[in-house]
């Protein structure tokens, strides 16, 4: 099993930037694609952003594109999310997920990917 861990969210203002940390134990993170959802209150979970393996090749949400980055330190078995910009629709709850499917396969939707974090919270204040 693949254990996530959050951190690094909190309260900030908009405009702000702000960056979540997971870290990953129980199997080498290396061999998993990584990805975010967010989750609002009172809205599904969000597919935000996902990073394959070896962290060369990335997809983004249209709503986060040019604002989020999500990286990976393997060596570490980290993975990143810095986010820019920052505005009050990007409150949310934030989850770590990993998946063993290869990257083409492990797509936007939430049934793909089989690990969760528990979320830390993003507060963005206008």
């Known amino acids: 099993q693949l254990q996530l861990v959050e951190s690094g969210g909190g309260l900030v203002q908009a405009g702000d930037s702000l960056g979540l940390s997971c870290s990953a134990s129980?199997?080498?993170?290396?061999?998993?694609?990584m990805g975010w959802f967010r989750q609002a209150p009172g809205k599904e979970r969000e597919f935000v952003a996902r990073?394959?393996?070896?962290?060369?090749?990335?997809n983004y949400a249209d709503s986060v594109k040019g604002r989020f980055t999500i990286s990976r330190d393997n060596a570490k078995n980290t993975m990143y999310l810095q986010m820019t910009s920052l505005k009050p629709e990007d409150t949310a709850d934030y989850f770590c997920?990993?998946?063993?499917?290869?990257?083409?396969?492990?797509?936007?939707?939430?049934?793909?990917?089989?690990?969760w974090g528990q979320g830390t919270q993003v507060t963005v204040s206008s």
């Open positions: 129980g199997r080498p993170g290396s061999n998993y694609v």
């Open positions: 990073i394959d393996q070896y962290g060369s090749t990335t």
């Open positions: 997920v990993g998946s063993g499917r290869t990257y083409i396969y492990t797509t936007s939707s939430p049934s793909d990917w089989d690990f």
